[in-house]
Nanobody, 129 residues
Framework: VQLQASGGGLVQTGGSLRLSCAASGRTFSSSVMGWFRQPPGKEREFVAAISWSGGSTYFPDSVRGRFTISRDNAKNTVYLQMNSLKPEDTAVYYC???????????????????????WGQGTLVTVSS
């Protein structure tokens, strides 16, 4: 199983980026997927989660209203659209997936790293001031 994150880069404050996470090795169309990030010198933190159906999403206050998460189950891919980027959004962004299928937990349950079993390699996002 592999999660391949892409789309990172350098962007100015106020700009936008779209990250992609393509999964291979098994289908995740029935699994919750999420994004985390690790700013320089800090611990990894939760960014977004999306239910397996795509009908529910969850964000922390730091990105709510600026970031959206979506998925294309036919492509086994999840996306993170980041708008109005700030320098404090600078981080390595990781996608993650739950190995369980069709879970019924509230999407807010998925804010912790321990709820995910598979991780991508990370893609660097740098927001210049």
């Amino acid at each position: 199983v592999q999660l391949q994150a892409s789309g990172g880069g350098l962007v100015q404050t106020g700009g936008s980026l779209r990250l992609s996470c393509a999964a291979s090795g098994r289908t995740f169309s029935s699994s919750v997927m999420g994004w985390f990030r690790q700013p320089p010198g800090k611990e990894r933190e939760f960014v977004a989660a999306i239910s397996w159906s795509g009908g529910s999403t969850y964000f922390p206050d730091s990105v709510r209203g600026r970031f959206t998460i979506s998925r294309d189950n036919a492509k086994n891919t999840v996306y993170l659209q980041m708008n109005s980027l700030k320098p404090e959004d600078t981080a390595v962004y990781y996608c993650a997936a739950d190995r369980r299928t069709r879970t019924t937990y509230s999407i807010s349950y998925y804010y912790t790293q321990s709820t995910y079993d598979y991780w991508g390699q990370g893609t660097l996002v740098t927001v210049s001031s």
